[in-house]
């Protein structure tokens, strides 16, 4: 008979930039599958360089695993199909106290954006639907609003929430088509989605990025 139990276990996030009352705006940004939030978050990283009061945290998955047999590169992951709920519950809780950690260095009016990529999408969203706080920009970059979230948490979240899509126009795993088929399912939830494209694949694009590092609710 299969069984449970609650374990504490060291999380790793990588952060730039240095959390003060001077901070006025935090991103926290989740990785694809098989990334590693130390790679993953240097994407980021001219955000931080060009305005000391922006601050970014990128969290890693709980999961690793070695991309291709037994060595070489690692990968990390939000979860998996086995064992699936419990994943979800560890990541929700891991970043749930990251984000109370972080939250409580900056100033109560911090501008908090929130941006999944790929698998990291879906964790934000389950995250945000338990979280203590309420981002001023949700971006889902590459990836889908998880579809499992119950309608009444979903619309919880959404209403009134300014929320990015992006989406290359190459992108191999998710296409334009799809990607405006949930831009107009979440706005039903009440959420002010826009939807954006670029010429590119499943990768983030740093044009794009400072366009959003510019928007301010």
Not at 11 to 31: D, E, K, M, N, P
Not at 65 to 78: I, P, T
Not at 134 to 152: N, V, Y
Request: proline share 3%.
């Amino acid at each position: 008979m299969e069984r449970h139990i609650t374990v504490a276990r060291t999380a790793r996030y990588q952060q730039l930039g240095i959390l003060s009352s001077q901070t006025r705006r935090v991103w926290f940004v989740c990785h694809g599958y098989g990334q590693l939030a130390a790679y993953f978050v240097r994407h980021f990283a001219f955000l931080a360089e060009a305005d000391p009061a922006t601050v970014i945290i990128a969290p890693e998955g709980l999961s690793r695993f070695y991309l291709s047999g037994n060595g070489g590169r690692v990968g990390a992951s939000w979860m998996t199909r086995d064992d699936r709920l419990h994943e979800i519950q560890d990541h929700v809780n891991f970043l749930n106290q990251l984000a109370a950690a972080v939250l409580a260095q900056c100033p109560p009016d911090v501008h908090v954006t929130v941006l999944g990529f790929s698998q990291g999408t879906a964790t934000v969203g389950r995250w945000l639907a338990q979280a203590a706080f309420r981002p001023a920009h949700l971006i889902l970059w590459a990836g889908g609003f998880p579809e499992d979230l119950a309608p009444t948490a979903a619309s919880k979240l959404l209403k009134g929430l300014l929320l990015t899509i992006v989406i290359g126009t190459a992108d191999e795993y998710i296409s334009t088509a799809q990607a405006e088929q949930q831009h107009q399912q979440l706005q039903q939830f009440g959420a002010a989605t826009r939807l954006l494209t670029f010429a590119g694949r499943h990768e983030l694009n740093r044009a794009l990025l400072e366009q959003l590092a510019a928007v301010r609710k």
